[in-house]
């Protein structure tokens, strides 16, 4: 085994045999040839395995490890056998565009005060049929010291993520009490301490399941509160303004969550929710444009199955 590699990629896997080739085929064609490709497996029970190990590109590793339903577990399993100085992730049925890892390396070498590169995907259905947006169309891209917009919403995809490893011993690894905040956790520990970039052109493909987009909004909600108080307690002695970006955060989360219950006839809560908008700013509706043009893009339904928010 080599130790002098260039980059690391994890790719965490479950029964997904019938797409998982697709997704190593896809890594395998980069442009970039000085990578490891990380499996790890949460001891599928389908061919898995198999269809791993027919493989015979000596730069996959397959590992199989249980993680009692928390991916985190395995993303964070993966980044110890890593041996590369980037760190990149996949999940087991999304695809790369060829120069992803090429523009990124790119990137990174030349910026060495960046921590972490990423960019926009295109959206595919579940038969690989390209749709008609990308995943942040209806949303900018930011670089530089993101932190403040960042905790607002995550903007920043999963399977576009490339990281120095250094970094990532620096603030740590994903978070496994985080069952859908995991990477916007991540990335906001990150952005704390440096500066991100991001390629102009989308350089992979996240593939869109029927019904996930809504699935966890209620989790993710959960989860998005946790996360922001937990910042909250973190900085709030720190910076002067920060308990006003809290409100702001919790005004988006409780605005998702009753246009969500809205959609769904849910009228109890709808109030509820309505209540806690109310709660938060009684005297002023300064903010009401900038939620609706938040909840516009968390509420998007091609939006990832993790429901980031």
């Known amino acids: 085994m080599r130790f002098s590699l260039k980059v690391s990629i994890i790719v965490p896997t479950y029964n997904r045999a019938h797409l998982v ?7 395998l064609a980069q442009t970039v040839k000085d990578f490891e490709l990380i499996v790890v497996d949460n001891e599928s029970t389908d061919n898995t395995q198999e269809v791993i190990k027919s493989y015979t590109d000596g730069r996959i590793r397959y590992f199989r490890h249980q993680n009692n339903g928390l991916v985190a577990v395995n993303r964070n399993y993966g980044i110890s056998k890593a041996n590369g100085e980037y ?43 390209l749709e008609k947006d990308t995943l942040l169309s209806s949303s900018k891209l930011f670089r530089g010291n993101v932190f403040d917009k960042l905790f607002q919403f995550n903007f920043i995809p999963m399977l576009t993520v490339m ?8 603030v740590g690894g994903f978070d496994p009490k985080y069952i859908i905040a995991q990477d916007h956790d991540l990335w906001l520990r990150i952005a704390e301490h440096y500066p991100i970039d991001f390629t102009e052109e989308p350089l992979a493909k996240y593939r869109i399941h029927g019904g996930s987009a809504s699935r966890n909004r209620e989790l993710a909600a959960s989860e998005g509160f946790q996360l922001t108080e937990y910042w909250l307690e973190k900085k709030a002695n720190l910076e002067r303004g920060f308990r006003g970006k809290v409100k702001q955060r919790q005004a988006i989360l409780n605005g998702s969550l009753m246009l969500y219950y809205f959609r769904n006839g849910e009228k109890r809560k709808v109030i509820g929710k309505s209540m806690n908008l109310i709660r938060l700013f009684p005297y002023s509706l300064v903010l009401v444009p900038m939620v609706i043009a938040r ?8 939006r990832n199955s993790c429901g980031r928010m």
């Not at 080739?21 to 890594?27: A, F, G, L, Q, V």
């Not at 990281?163 to 620096?170: T, Y």
Request: with cysteine.
């Open 87 to 129: 760190i990149a992730f996949c999940d087991d049925d999304d695809l790369w565009m060829p120069e992803k890892l090429e523009r990124q390396v790119k990137l990174l070498d030349l910026n060495k005060e960046l921590g972490l590169v990423y960019s926009d995907c295109y959206l595919i259905d579940e038969n690989g049929n």
């Open 21 to 27: 080739t697709e997704t190593i085929d896809s890594i």
């Open 295 to 302: 909840l516009r893009y968390v509420l998007n339904p091609r």
């Open 163 to 170: 990281v120095r490893k250094e970094v990532l011993s620096k």
